[in-house]
T-cell receptor, first 117, second 114 residues
Framework: AQKVTQAQTEISVVEKEDVTLDCVYE???????LFWYKQPPSGELVFLIR??????QNEISGRYSWNFQKSTSSFNFTITASQVVDSAVYFC??????????????FGTGTQLKVEL | EPEVTQTPSHQVTQMGQEVILRCVPI?????FYWYRQILGQKVEFLVS????????KSEIFDDQFSVERPDGSNFTLKIRSTKLEDSAMYFC????????????FGPGTRLLVL
């Protein structure tokens, strides 16, 4: 069965600090996709990134970067120079293909990030 | 940019009542989903819907739940007889194809069962 573990329940940092959110996954699929979503206090789920299992290049988007390591089954997310607006719950998710088509996401339990002034 | 919309944003109901949560997926998307998030917990898959039928459902999605795409634009989740433990945020998501695409989520409906 698919599983996503986000061991960090809550992280507090001071603005401008860098912060890394950990994600470890388990899957028997040879091809899979990993995702990060942000859930701000307003509650919606905002898509941040999708990464497939055969592309291990790290990705950077502005202050966000992602480190995918297949050897350790990890897909960690770093925010550089954090800002108060980054305060949110961040979910890592693993995609599982469904036999009937489509796919479903298995989410981790989320990491609550608090960025303080 | 197209987005998934959901109505209502909040719903309060009495235990035992029926509720219908509505979603308008992105127009050229083919796969539709409902997820649930009990307060403070992770997001859980409920059901996926493709080609006018359920393609998979979780064990949470029991006989009290049903989904429908009545008119080619709306996608609804009905809970026939709500229980206290149905209180949660319900997210609709849609996806263009089944292979490589991303699921895009609506803003959610917060359901409170009293």
């Amino acid at each position: 069965a698919q599983k996503v573990t986000q061991a960090q329940t809550e992280i507090s940092v001071v603005e401008k600090e860098d912060v890394t959110l950990d994600c470890v996954y388990e899957t028997r699929d040879t091809t899979y996709y990993l995702f990060w979503y942000k859930q701000p206090p307003s509650g919606e789920l905002v898509f941040l990134i999708r990464r497939n299992s055969f592309d291990e290049q790290n990705e950077i988007s502005g202050r966000y970067s992602w480190n995918f390591q297949k050897s350790t089954s990890s897909f960690n997310f770093t925010i550089t120079a954090s800002q108060v607006v980054d305060s949110a719950v961040y979910f890592c998710a693993l995609r599982e293909l469904l036999t009937g088509g489509g796919n479903k996401l298995t989410f981790g339990t989320g990491t609550q990030l608090k960025v303080e002034l | 940019e197209p987005e998934v919309t959901q109505t209502p944003s909040h719903q309060v109901t009495q235990m035992g009542q029926e509720v219908i949560l509505r979603c308008v997926p992105i127009s050229n998307h083919l796969y539709f989903y409902w997820y649930r998030q009990i307060l403070g917990q992770k997001v859980e898959f409920l059901v996926s819907f493709y080609n006018n039928e359920i393609s998979e459902k979780s064990e949470i999605f029991d006989d009290q739940f049903s989904v429908e795409r009545p008119d080619g634009s709306n996608f609804t989740l009905k809970i026939r007889s709500t229980k206290l433990e149905d209180s949660a945020m319900y997210f609709c998501a849609s996806q263009m194809t089944g292979l490589r695409e991303t699921q895009y989520f609506g803003p959610g409906t917060r359901l409170l069962v009293l």
